[in-house]
């Protein structure tokens, strides 16, 4: 965002539950040029090769399996254009907003 200090940030709604595509977000947090405001921008995304919410979505029963979990690890370490839509396509569409 044109002025912005951000913190890009794929957030995993998961629970236990592997990353899937059903709760799958990402946010870029910013604060205004005068620090008056604090704007927060967010889009559902989803990754190719993640299930959808449904039966197949596996659980990792606790919180160090989850980090161990391919899935998890593949959302992690995925570039930002495997996800649908681009995280660089959305950063530069945050990148042409002006907040007066």
Avoid: Q
Wanted: hydrophobic share 35%; charged share 30%.
């Amino acid at each position: 965002m044109s002025g912005f200090g951000r913190d890009d940030t794929v957030a995993i709604d998961t629970g236990v539950y592997v990353p899937h595509n059903g709760h799958l977000s990402y946010e870029v947090w910013g604060v205004t040029r005068d620090r008056k405001y604090t704007v927060v921008a967010s889009v559902a995304v989803r990754h190719p090769k993640l299930v959808d919410w449904g039966p197949d979505v596996r659980d990792a029963r606790s919180i160090a399996a989850l980090k161990r979990d391919r899935d998890c690890k593949r959302v992690e370490r995925c570039s930002a254009e495997e996800f649908e839509p681009s995280l660089t396509a959305f950063d530069r569409m945050l990148g042409t907003l002006v907040i007066r």
